[in-house]
């Protein structure tokens, strides 16, 4: 078997599957006692500029859970870092700028990035993964989208209402014009860099995106998100298009250029599919605070968004948003069983039915 042929993969290409794949955004990190053990010792930042721990974090939910793709453990900050932009990763905070984008001169501080020299640890991560998993499972690869990461480099730190950013967007499209098309250049050179050193597919992370009204991600984020987007389709790997609280923003991110569409918990399922169509995957897209509910929740959860997948080839098992470090991993376990569970006798029941037909 080749990785071509894993279940991810098939369902990432609208190919039959014989149950649903599932992975978790954030199945690495502090919901596991043994990355908690290693980052007692050192930084998110610094694990990653250690290939053989990084690769070994990314590894530790596979190990754990029967998981049907692995993520490389990094940041989505890891590009900025690569141009020299000061920052750190606080600890329950998130990513904080030095000195945060004040000025438009401030844009020039995004030079070109170089993937091979600026950061040799995250391809060479890239792999020892890809020899570790011999196959079995997909390595995914990311980046974060040009508004998320603009809005770290504005604001300075995670914001609530992004009024420095908006600020910016408004009263100097000039100069946002500029950043945004600085860090899609980024981030594109960045996922090629990925897809070359091979990961099988990748996602882009938009996750402050639904901050914005349809008319502004228009005028203000589109073109570049899907600039994007359209270069990295053109490697032909499967690119999944995520963000929190886009409801009211699928029906253009379905055309911005990526091959599947992640959604959150905010909408149904099969309404973001009646929106989205059937020529893009869809991936998501459980509540994430249902796995510290009871068991018999978690199953009734899975078992809903199952329902309006309704054996639809092309959807994706996950949550809709990362992992809460809280999540008791008994709940991992049990979203994972029942999406293993419910979706092969869902498969099952519709492979007969196609046969009595
Ligand atoms: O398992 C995986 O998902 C892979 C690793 C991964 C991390 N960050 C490691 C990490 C991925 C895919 C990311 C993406 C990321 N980073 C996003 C997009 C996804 C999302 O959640 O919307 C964003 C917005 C960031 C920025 C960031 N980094 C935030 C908001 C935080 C959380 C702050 C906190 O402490 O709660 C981080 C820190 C971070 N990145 C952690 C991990 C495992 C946790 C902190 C740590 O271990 O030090």
Redesign the pocket.
Known sequence: MTVQDSLFMRAATHRPVERTPVWF??????VLPEYRAI?ERMT?LEICRHPDLCAEVTLQPLRRFPLDAA?L?????HPLVGVGIDLE?A?????VIAAPFRSPSDVERLRDLVPAIDLPYVLASIRILKRELEDRVPLLG?A?APF?LASYLVEGK?SRDFLRTKAMMYGDPAAWNAMMERLADIVTVYLEAQIATGVDAVQL?D?WVGCLSPQDYEMYVRPHTSRVLRAIARTGVPVIHFG?NTAMLLAQMKDDGGTAIGVDWRIPLDDAWRIIGHSRVIQGNLDPAILLAPEEVVRRGVADVLARAAGRPGHIFNLG??LH?QTPIEGIQHAIESVRELSAAGAARDGNLASVR
Do not use: C, K, N, Y
């Open positions: 955004m954030r199945q690495a990190g502090r980052r998110l993520i453990f990094a940041d989505i900050m990763i600890e329950h905070v998130g990513p990311f974060g998320t995670p992370f996750s929190v948003h990362g470090p």
